[in-house]
């Protein structure tokens, strides 16, 4: 077999990236012209076991006789709107959500429009399933919950030949990658290779939210080990049974799959990082952010959803951003991005520097306040820009929340209801409408529940959370609690990013789609309480926000698309994927009389 050195990577994705760059503008329209309306090259049995071609009893009479699949279905033919009701009965039926969660799984690898529709349509009914909080559950259950592989497994054991593992992948055209080594799993830990259910389902949101083609995403798996010895022990863990790969080693694993990427997808492929350790997290998004195009979601996406919550709540506080006081609950990857995004707002709003910016925001860690005079000292890494001289160190939140008298309270600490009674009333008391986020992830990993924020403080807090939570109805008023959820932003960065082939994603994108999301919400919703739009109107968000971002790469020379569409809109929506199903019949034609009789001898 032919190999590719490591070395030799760099070079090879130059020359791939320039003839790709090319090869995709020309055969854009082709392309999805030829995934929509598949030729009749594949039939018979292989046609009925491709997901993406499969419609299940809704072939026509004559595509089961042309396509050689006549008799292997049964003869009633049905609509795909009968399909759909079909499986949400089905779905309805089902008696816990990871056997709703398997449910949905197996229609995506039996029929990938009809997945995609059934989503669509119920999008606030199965959101919760395929992500967030389901999704976190499934992961621990992946063991049992698999079925059939998806996506990419590379292991710390392919080192110097992660290029051959790529090129197995069988779709030459991939535009988006969502990748993971499993070592933090949403506030759940180290779940190894189970952290696959999140690439799968983060790309599943790519198609469903922005119309990207489920045929150009591709979930991977960097499989480096794990140090759960629950599951090293777990007889049906898939993945390597050993303990993490870390150091010198692991950073050459990794920087040798981002030169692989470009050399088997080109430059402009996307690759968002996933669920990683927080100091990984930091140092890739550091080491990469200017050299690939990439981003990392639980840093950038939750940034840019938290900030867009922060400024739909200044149109009901009245507050102008930069007199909030914010202060924020732990102090991890999650929060430290929240609070990068936020403090680059304040500066580019007030025109001051970043470090005066950073001063206006707080934090509180695992051994309490930032302040220089703690004794637990700790102070390094990206939080140590907000730590604070002339406060008092307290190890007490509600201590905290008394000497701050914040405006904004963020929580991201993975730490279930740390926001105690005493701490949201102190809210309550120092605002007349206390801003609350509790954004830890799953739902028995929020700070707080909904019911709480809101009967503390009396229906006046403007609440949010990582997970959902149902509406709560208070003195004969129905609270509405806005989800924080990531899928508002990343949809919308990665169709703008996919479509228009930018280089690089840097800080400006993440601001620009926050400030988009916030405008999407309307004056009813605001007077509803919610600090975000209505679930079921986000893939229209998810164009606006790439429109929006659109605009910043052609006007910061980051697109590689030319010429630039004259309506940028109409060409992003031109690009969408579609879930009705196509006919497969080939298209047939008259010809002239004369030329179609057969020529005899006279």
């Known amino acids: 077999m032919f190999k590719i050195k490591p070395s030799s990577l760099r070079l090879i994705s130059q020359s791939v990236n320039v003839q790709t760059t090319k090869h995709v503008k020309n055969i854009a329209v082709d392309d999805k012209d030829r995934l929509s309306k598949p030729r009749s090259q594949i039939k018979g049995v292989e046609l009925l076991r491709n997901p993406s071609l499969y419609k299940g009893m809704a072939f026509t009479l004559e595509e089961r006789q042309l396509l050689g699949i006549h008799g292997l279905l049964p003869p009633a033919i049905l609509s795909q709107e009968v399909q759909c009701h079909r499986i949400m009965e089905n779905f309805l039926r089902e008696k816990d959500d990871l056997s709703r969660y398997i449910s949905l799984t197996n229609l995506q690898y039996r029929n990938e429009k009809l997945f995609y529709k059934v989503l669509i349509d119920n999008l606030e009914l199965l959101m919760p399933i395929v992500y967030t909080p389901t999704v976190g559950l499934a992961c621990q259950k992946y063991g049992i919950a698999f079925r059939r592989s998806k996506g990419l497994f590379i292991t710390i054991h392919d080192k110097g030949h992660i290029y051959d593992v790529l090129c197995n992948w069988p779709e030459s055209t991939v535009k988006a990658i969502v990748v993971t080594d499993g070592q933090r799993i949403l506030g759940l830990g180290d779940l190894g290779c189970y952290g696959m259910g999140i690439p799968i389902g983060k790309l599943s949101l790519y198609t469903a939210l922005a119309g990207i083609y489920p045929t150009h995403c591709l979930p991977i798996m960097l499989d480096v080990g794990t140090n759960n010895q629950q599951l090293l022990d777990d007889p049906l863990?898939?993945?390597l049974r050993q303990k993490r790969v870390t150091g010198r080693v692991y950073e050459e694993f990794m920087d040798e799959f981002m030169d692989a990427v470009v050399a088997r997808f080109g430059q402009n492929c996307l690759i968002q990082f996933e669920d990683f350790a927080s100091h990984n997290a930091y140092k890739f998004l550091e080491k990469y952010h200017d050299k690939y195009c990439m981003f990392n979601?639980?840093?950038?996406?939750?940034?840019?959803?938290?900030l867009a919550g922060v400024l739909t709540s200044l149109r009901v506080t009245k507050i102008p951003l930069e007199e909030n006081r914010i202060l924020f609950v732990g102090a991890g990857q999650a929060a430290c991005g929240i609070a990068d995004l936020v403090a680059l707002a304040i500066s580019r709003k007030v025109n001051i520097t970043y470090e005066e910016a950073c001063s206006r925001i707080y934090m509180f860690d695992v051994d309490g306040l930032l302040v220089e005079s703690r004794p637990e000292a700790q102070l390094d890494g990206p939080k140590s820009k907000y730590t604070k001289v002339n406060l008092k160190p307290t190890r007490n939140l509600s201590d905290a929340v008394e000497q701050i008298k914040p405006t904004v309270l963020i929580g991201a600490t993975g730490v279930g209801g740390i926001f105690t009674e005493s701490v949201i009333r102190k809210m309550g008391e120092f605002n007349d409408r206390p801003v609350i986020f509790a954004l830890s992830n799953p739902t028995d990993k929020a700070e707080c529940t909904a019911k709480n924020a809101y009967?503390?403080?009396?229906?006046?807090?403007?609440?949010?959370?990582?997970?959902?939570?149902?509406?709560?109805?208070l003195n004969g008023k129905i609270c509405?609690?806005?989800?924080?959820?990531?899928?508002?932003?990343?949809?919308?960065?990665?169709?703008?990013?996919?479509?228009?082939?930018?280089?690089?994603i840097d800080e400006e994108v993440f601001l620009i789609a926050a400030k988009t999301l916030s405008e999407q919400v309307s004056e009813p919703d605001l007077v509803a309480g919610r600090l975000y739009p209505p679930m079921k109107q986000i893939q229209n968000v998810s164009v606006k926000i790439a429109v929006e971002i659109?605009?910043?790469?052609?006007?910061?020379d980051l697109a590689s698309l030319y010429p630039a569409p004259y309506d940028l809109e109409s060409y992003i929506r031109d690009q969408l994927y579609d879930t009705t199903y196509q006919s497969y019949v080939p298209n047939t034609w008259q010809w002239p009389e004369e030329h179609t009789k057969p020529k005899n001898f006279d």
């Open 480 to 504: 509405i609690p806005g989800q924080g959820n990531n899928s508002y932003i990343f949809p919308g960065v990665a169709l703008a990013t996919t479509v228009f082939q930018s280089k690089h």
């Open 237 to 239: 863990y898939i993945g």
């Open 297 to 306: 979601d639980d840093i950038q996406g939750t940034a840019a959803v938290a």
């Open 550 to 556: 659109s605009k910043y790469y052609y006007e910061t």
């Open 455 to 473: 009967e503390y403080t009396d229906g006046r807090c403007l609440f949010s959370s990582g997970s959902p939570f149902e509406p709560v109805e």
